[in-house]
Structure formats: structure tokens, C-alpha cells
């Protein structure tokens, strides 16, 4: 008896990755879950530099004052309950300092501008449609760091801003990486502080944007990770205690289906040296000074060694 719906999914045919390419994951807080893994399995990435972005236009932000080396200035950044802070920036790169927030916010473009150069793969995750525009500035914000809510409208994007805003950000990476692969994804963590019904419109828009713009003949695709979660963990034991974001569970299972469909069959193969290295280094040993595991611990430090000459970037702090 088959108890479960299953997405069809194959193996990338074309632009799979592996250990030489180099990923920039942006997006909502998704982003940062499967940024994770390929953090433990020692890819090259780099995920969400400005923080959290949940929704398109702060995407758009980010990547165009980037490839344009558009600097931020002091008239940009607000104060608020003694923090510093950047509308379009996450608050953990807030500052009690104005003059560190801003060092930090240009070193982070040029950080960005150089990633979009050379990444092979970006993946973005778009997690709403809602969006907050500031009424003093006119502008749609990334973040609105807790200042109060009269001093913002709420908005929600249509499929039309959403795909435009998407082909803006593909066009402009476009143009200084003609050969990047973009991986789309809609974040499965439900907004329900939006509604319940009001949450569906948002994922619909954002679905539907997306398939306006992915084309495979130019190097974008679709991950079905919002599907995945909807449709084949069809169930609360899913996610965690706030019953909206996918628990740990979830993850492994969505990171599985994705790593079976984009990583390279040599990748996957590294990726399990990787993980037996990763397993053997969190062993907690009952005597640390024993012979036993000195020997224990020359072994493992020759299977480094070992993946090393074949993955030279790869590091175990």
C-alpha cells in the first residue's frame, strides 16, 4: 500500500554541481537551512550576505546596488532603540555603531559583487509576496526592524512585479556572469501572521512569477521544495513546535531529494567522505590520551588529507 504522493523528480541533466563550483544562496530563511548542508558537506557557498530576504524586490535590492557598487551613505541608515540599522538589510547586521554598520554594509556589496562574478549556481528562495513599503522614503523595504508600523503599508506583489523583479535579477547577474545557473525554489515555511488564506495568495504569486521566468535553455531552473512539503509531508510531525516552519526531518528529507537531483555522481560521492569524516570528528572519546584513539585520530587525519588532494578548499576547523 503506497501511503504517500511522491513528486516525479530526475537527476539534472546538464550544469549538476559539484566540488569545484561555487553557490550564493539567497532568499528567506529556507536558504539559510539548505546553506546549511553544504556548509557540513564542505561545498563552496556563501548564503544570504545581507541576512534574511523574504521577498523578491529585496533580492533585487541587494543584487543591484551590488554589481553597481552603489555605497551606502548615512542619510540611509536609521536609529532605533539604540541600534543602528539598513532598510534593506536583515537586523543581525544591525550595530550600535553607525559608522561600523556602514563599514559593514559596503564591505558586504563588494563581498556580493565578487560572489555574483563567480558563482556557477545561485540559488534563491522566495518565501512572500507581502512586502512593506516605508511611507517617508516610498520605497519597499527588506526589513522593517521593529520601528512602528505607522510608519509603513503593507502590499501585496502581483505576479507581474514578482516576474519582473526576477528577470531584473537574472538580467543584471547576466551581465558580469553570462554562464551562472539560477536555482529557484519557494520557501515551505508558511506566513500565517498574514492569514491563512492570505499566505496561499502570496506562495501562489510567487509560483506563478517563477514559472514566468525559469527557462531551462538559460540556465534556470525550478526546485520544488515548497511542493515537496505540501504534497509528500503531508503532516504537523513535519515541522516544528510553532507548527509553520519545517523541522529538521523536513530539511534532511528535502535536502535528500535535492542533492539526488543536482549534485554530480563524483560530488555525492565526496559528499559521503565528507559526512564519515564529519561523523568521526563529533566522536567523543571515554579517554582521550589513550592509544587507541591517537591511533584513531592518525587515521582520520590521512582520510583529510586524502580528500584534500582532490578537494583543496575543503577545511575541518
Not at 533580492?59 to 546596488?65: A, D, H, P, Q
Not at 514559472?211 to 534556470?220: F, G, M
Request: some cysteine; overall charge neutral.
Amino acid at each position: 500500500m503506497n501511503l504517500q504522493t511522491n513528486i516525479p523528480l530526475k537527476p539534472q541533466q546538464h550544469n549538476q554541481i559539484d566540488y569545484n563550483s561555487k553557490m550564493m544562496l539567497l532568499g528567506s530563511c529556507f536558504s539559510e537551512n539548505i546553506g546549511e548542508k553544504f556548509d557540513y558537506f564542505k561545498f563552496q557557498s556563501i548564503v544570504n550576505p545581507f541576512g534574511i530576504l523574504f521577498h523578491p524586490i529585496a533580492i533585487e535590492t541587494l543584487v543591484t546596488r551590488a554589481i553597481n557598487k552603489d555605497y551606502y551613505s548615512e542619510n540611509e541608515l536609521i536609529s532605533h532603540n539604540e541600534q543602528w540599522s539598513c532598510l534593506d538589510a536583515h537586523s543581525r547586521l544591525n550595530s550600535i555603531s553607525k559608522d561600523e554598520l556602514l563599514i559593514t554594509l559596503n564591505k558586504t556589496l563588494d563581498l556580493t559583487n565578487q560572489q555574483l562574478r563567480e558563482s556557477t549556481h545561485i540559488v534563491i528562495t522566495l518565501g512572500t509576496s507581502w512586502v512593506y513599503r516605508h511611507i517617508a522614503t516610498d520605497k519597499i523595504v527588506a526589513n522593517c526592524h521593529k520601528l512602528p508600523q505607522k510608519q509603513f503599508l503593507k502590499e501585496l506583489l502581483s505576479v507581474e512585479q514578482i516576474s519582473e523583479s526576477l528577470e531584473a535579477i537574472v538580467s543584471l547577474i547576466k551581465s558580469i556572469n553570462p554562464k551562472v545557473n539560477f536555482i529557484f525554489t519557494v520557501s515551505p515555511v508558511r506566513h500565517i501572521k498574514d492569514g491563512f488564506v492570505e499566505n496561499t495568495r502570496s506562495k501562489s504569486h510567487l509560483i506563478a512569477a517563477i514559472h514566468q521566468t525559469v527557462e531551462p535553455r538559460t540556465q534556470q531552473y525550478y526546485f520544488p521544495s515548497y511542493e515537496i512539503v505540501m504534497d509528500e509531508l503531508r503532516d504537523y510531525r513535519f515541522y516544528n513546535e510553532d507548527m509553520l516552519h519545517p523541522n529538521n526531518l523536513a530539511i534532511n528529507y528535502i535536502w535528500e531529494k535535492f542533492k539526488n537531483v543536482w549534485l554530480s555522481e563524483d560530488a555525492l560521492k565526496s559528499a559521503e567522505q565528507v559526512a564519515a569524516i564529519q561523523a568521526k570528528r563529533a566522536h567523543r572519546p571515554f579517554n582521550p590520551n589513550s592509544e587507541a584513539h591517537q591511533q584513531f585520530l592518525g587515521k582520520l587525519q590521512i582520510e583529510i588529507e586524502t580528500l584534500q588532494k582532490q578537494h583543496a578548499h575543503i577545511k575541518f576547523n
